[in-house]
């Protein structure tokens, strides 16, 4: 199955929206018309190894990409078009196949971050609504970025994520979560880097 990577406010709007929590949404899309979208992505570099890096501004997280795939941050289901993501976009993913992606069948690893919210907060506020604490596997402390987090391992399967990760980088808390175990999502997961 192809997969893609999601760096979204799903989490947000159900974790912290269901708990009363503001959000503040920026975005930045330039469209030229209904069916052509300028791709921020283009002036890009790309290194040695074929791969570009996406930048978030308003999370402080950074990943690598494959040069040949777009990174996105909203869908067109009727065109069946990816919304190019800029740096200042709330979301955004990769889709290794567009076609499989359109199909509904893709794998993600999710990233998205909640302003004001600690590990241990969302812990016992948002992971309820992701999985079911009987389902929950494994429960441990881990480094990724540099910076300490707790991973949380489930089923990986139609019952449950593969794994959430929870990093406080600064007031925001970072969570990350991979549907699967695989190689593709592994390489973009083991990626990710923090800024300040």
């Known amino acids: 199955m192809k997969n893609f990577l999601l760096l979204s406010v799903v989490l947000i709007l159900v974790g912290a929206g269901c708990l009363g929590k503001d959000i503040n949404v920026t975005t930045t899309q330039v469209e030229t018309s209904i069916n052509t979208v300028v791709n921020p992505q283009d002036s ?40 190019p993501a800029g740096p200042d976009t709330v979301g955004a993913a990769i889709v290794e196949s ?16 909640a302003e004001n919210f600690t590990i241990d907060g969302w812990i016992a506020e948002g992971l309820p609504n992701w999985i079911q604490e009987d389902k929950i596997v494994k429960h441990s402390n881990i480094k990724i970025g540099g910076k300490q987090a707790v991973q949380i391992l489930g089923p990986g399967d139609q019952t449950g994520f593969y794994k959430v990760v929870l990093v406080q980088h600064g007031d925001n808390l970072i969570i990350l979560r991979q549907d699967r175990d695989n190689d593709f999502l592994n390489i973009i997961f083991s990626s990710i880097e923090f800024r300040d």
């Open 44 to 83: 890009l570099e790309v290194n040695e190894d074929g791969l570009k890096t996406f930048v978030n501004n308003a999370s402080g997280v950074s990943f690598k990409f494959p040069a040949d795939k777009t990174v996105f941050w909203s869908v067109d289901w009727n065109n069946k078009k990816l919304i």
């Open 98 to 113: 567009t076609d499989d992606f359109f199909a509904g069948t893709v794998e993600a690893v999710g990233m998205t971050y």
